[in-house]
């Protein structure tokens, strides 16, 4: 059974910081991994896909990688900014080729302006 | 992206009572959805698969009795909450996977359940 793990809980930085938020999984015959974001209350806005064939993916300030072998993916996040404060979920898929979602409990950012 | 709504985004009420939580994929079909639930500070937990034309499917230790699901089209799924009690008050949010995106999952904004 996949389990995912997030570290660390809680990051707080000053505005303009560059962070790393890392996620770890024990299964890695994955298809695929996704980075969310979730606001307090809200629900999630899918941030990053990687597929298992790509290292990583950017999207704007986001850089994801994915290394299956190790089980490790990480985001990466350029010059921080408060509005990017929110908790950030990693899911995998819970066996191989299923659909349903194992996700960490989330690294809660909080970015100071 | 493809986009995922679920209403209502809270609701309270009374104990004993039961509650319906619905989950549309707007732009695309979706045979399959998913139901999560959270409880405060902790991980989404799966609860269940929503298949449409046919039964749920539960994760171990769901009551399916409680947790009635309907997946009536492509782009509707429905939770029940029968017999609501306080300790089901929790948030509960849906997904459906966006297949020619590549797989990805998109969830709905989540309800807020509050049982009193």
């Known amino acids: 059974k996949q389990e995912v793990t997030q570290i660390p809980a809680a990051l707080s930085v000053p505005e303009g910081e560059n962070l790393v938020l890392n996620c770890s999984f024990t299964d890695s015959a994955i298809y695929n991994l996704q980075w969310f974001r979730q606001d307090p209350g809200k629900g999630l806005t899918s941030l990053l896909l990687i597929q298992s064939s790509q290292r990583e993916q950017t999207s704007g300030r986001l850089n994801a990688s994915l290394d299956k072998s190790s089980g490790r993916s990480t985001l990466y996040i350029a010059a921080s900014q408060p509005g990017d404060s929110a908790t950030y979920l990693c899911?995998?898929?819970?066996?191989?080729?299923?659909?349903?979602?194992?996700f960490g409990k989330g690294t809660k950012l909080t970015v100071n302006p | 992206g493809a986009v995922v709504s679920q209403h209502p985004s809270w609701v309270i009420c009374k104990s004993g009572t039961s509650v319906k939580i619905e989950c549309r994929s707007l732009d695309f079909q979706a045979t399959t959805m998913f139901w999560y639930r959270q409880f405060p500070k902790q991980s989404l937990m799966l609860m269940a698969t929503s298949n449409e034309g046919s039964k749920a499917t539960y994760e171990q230790g769901v009551e399916k009795d409680k947790f009635l699901i309907n997946h009536a089209s492509l782009t509707l799924s429905t939770l029940t909450v029968t017999s609501a009690h306080p300790e089901d008050s929790s948030f509960y949010i849906c997904?459906?996977?966006?297949?020619?995106?590549?797989?990805?999952?998109?969830f709905g904004q989540g309800t807020r359940l509050t049982v009193v």
């Open positions: 899911a995998a898929p819970n066996q191989g080729g299923s659909e349903k979602l194992v």
């Open positions: 997904s459906a996977e966006y297949r020619t995106g590549g797989g990805e999952a998109f």
